[in-house]
């Protein structure tokens, strides 16, 4: 989704920053909290561009209601007509435009952004644009980040939801802040392990290919359907971004919508989708995962976050189709490489052939100069007997 440095040297650290709309300014609040340039960054291609941009293209306004047809009166020779029973109001449909109410994940491997989103308003009461709240999480893994920080901005939403000034929404940054710098101190001088990756991995996709939403029978009893069309998905959206693919500076960014049930906790949720990313597309490719807290599904945006990409954050699915419901003619050969691919362990299968293989080499080694040495030997004891003779 945005690009950071992932630098793997200096210590742990953490800042917390907020922007968007809150009640107690008249307008956008550009930053409270840290303003570092990373923070900085995400909230220009997230909130300003990518959430600015859907807004002012009209993405998210809700349909328009037609206006009820008229009736032209009977000619009055006729008898008249029973009354007809009143016809229900047309509403718009709820899941044509969903509310803001999100988590997200952006970055990797040791430098994390963590956001929250919500709905909000100005003090002048316009309500189209969220508040967000986010932290920067630097070396560490993304056990942390998940585990320990994400829960900490929904403390900090509780916090802004019920500041009435700009000084307790500033006070309720700091302290958010304050407590996870506090929190990560103590766990380093604990030896606790803050670059721990356990949330994440080839176990992680595997409980979420076997999730009742991807392991549900197809239309004709075909088990595991929409885990494969899930596959088949990656392989056709995500290809320039594949591993071994190059892509190139002008590559659009693409989404896949994968079903998770909406009960499934926030953080886990956002680690199955990544793991799922993290073995499909290339190292150092801008990813990001959104979970909308009221839907069944976690989207997935792999390359620079953009309004057209950043539309999903709020359409529902009668505008975007889950991946396990879109029939794909499937490349079974194709889908079977890439699932063997995401759901194995890779590392240990690279650091165990070498280890099978050095002590055989040496082995044949060791044979060869005891058979050496034996004809030594043997050469010798015939020169002996012959000059002895």
Excluded at 220 to 241: F, H, K, M, N, S
Aim: proline fraction near 10%; hydrophobic fraction near 50%; charge should be neutral.
């Amino acid at each position: 989704m945005i690009s950071l440095s992932s630098k793997t040297r200096g210590p742990a650290g953490v800042n917390v920053g907020a922007f968007g709309k809150h009640p107690a300014w008249d307008d956008h609040v550009d930053h409270l909290g840290d303003q570092t340039s990373v923070i900085s960054a995400f909230r220009e291609a997230f909130y300003d561009q990518a959430i600015g941009g859907n807004i002012d293209a009209g993405t998210w306004d809700p349909p328009a209601i037609a206006p009820a047809a008229t009736t032209t009166p009977l000619p009055s020779t006729l008898p008249p007509a029973a009354p007809a029973p009143a016809a229900p109001a047309t509403a718009a449909p709820t899941s044509a435009v969903r509310p803001f109410g999100h988590v997200l994940i952006t970055g990797g491997p040791t430098e994390w952004i963590v956001a929250r989103v919500w709905a909000s308003k100005d003090g002048r009461g316009r309500t189209r644009y969220p508040m967000v709240a986010c932290a920067h999480v630097q070396n560490t893994g993304p056990d942390w980040a998940l585990a320990v920080a994400l829960p900490a901005l929904e403390a900090l939403e509780t916090e802004l939801l019920a500041a009435v000034s700009q000084e307790q929404a500033r006070a309720a940054v700091a302290a958010c802040r304050q407590r996870l710098a506090d929190r990560l101190a103590d766990e380093i001088r604990a030896g606790r392990d803050v670059r721990s990756d356990q949330l994440v991995g080839p176990h992680v996709v595997g409980r979420l290919a076997d999730r009742p939403e991807m392991t549900a029978p197809g239309p004709v009893g075909d088990p595991a359907l929409g885990w494969r069309r899930t596959l088949q998905q990656i392989l056709l959206e995500l290809a320039p971004y594949r591993l071994g693919a190059r892509a190139s500076a002008g590559t659009l960014a693409q989404h896949v919508r994968v079903p998770i049930a909406a009960d499934v906790a926030p953080d886990r949720a956002l680690a199955e989708v990544w793991s799922l990313l993290m073995g499909t597309v290339a190292v150092g490719t801008p990813m990001g995962v959104v979970r909308p807290l009221a839907d069944p599904w976690v989207d997935a945006i792999v390359g620079p976050v953009t309004p057209a990409v950043l539309a999903c954050l709020r359409l529902g699915p009668a505008k975007i189709a889950l991946s396990t419901q879109v029939p794909y003619e499937l490349d079974q050969p194709a889908i079977d490489a890439l699932s063997a691919q995401v759901l194995a362990s890779a590392p240990a299968a690279k650091s165990a052939a070498p280890k099978l293989a050095q002590p055989a080499a040496r082995i044949e080694r060791g044979w060869m100069w005891i058979a050496l040495g034996l004809l030594g030997l043997i050469g010798i004891g015939v020169w002996v007997l012959m000059t002895a003779n």
